[in-house]
């Protein structure tokens, strides 16, 4: 759907309101210089946009990428010159990194980032950390300079946490 408006003779509004009770609208202009017209996001976080914004898909072929890091095979791409909204759970953080400049997170908490971020992994420690410790096999590492957004839950973990405790009965 695409609505191109009155022609510029009429003001109009729209209202936005994310698929999950506990979820927030994140905007991200993408002329922004900290993303350069072009963002990689997680599936389903793309709610609307306003401006040129074409939705768009982008491939990574690096199988321990596609498999561990959290965003798989096929992610989705906004590039651009106009504001994208983003539909997030939890608690999002904005990171702008410098060139080289690293960040650690756990897989599940990669909301979008910057298409300039490199992206890879890191064994999130012994192996008996790994799975007796809580914590996964791998966390992503997101490398500067760009834009990075994280969330603390996704909306999988949030649902499964519900699931285990049935707090939603």
Do not use: W
């Amino acid at each position: 759907y695409i609505n191109s408006g009155a022609g510029g003779k009429n003001t109009a509004y729209a209202a936005l309101t994310p698929n999950f009770p506990t979820a927030k609208v994140v905007p991200v202009d993408l002329s922004s210089t900290d993303v350069n017209g072009s963002l990689i996001t997680q599936q389903g976080a793309f709610m609307a946009s306003y401006g040129d914004v074409h939705v768009m898909h982008s491939f990574d072929c690096n199988f321990m990428r596609c498999c561990c890091a959290g965003l798989g095979l096929i992610r989705q791409k906004l590039k651009g010159d106009g504001t994208v909204f983003l539909e997030s759970t939890g608690t999002i953080v904005q990171k702008v990194l410098e060139a080289g400049e690293t960040i650690v997170v756990d897989t599940d908490c990669v909301l979008a980032f910057a298409e300039s971020v490199k992206i890879d992994l890191k064994k999130a420690g012994s192996l008996l950390g790994m799975f007796g410790g809580g914590e996964g096999i791998f966390n992503t590492i997101l490398t500067g300079p760009g834009l990075v957004l994280i969330q603390s839950m996704s909306q999988e973990t949030f649902r499964a946490a519900l699931v285990a405790n049935k707090l939603y009965r």
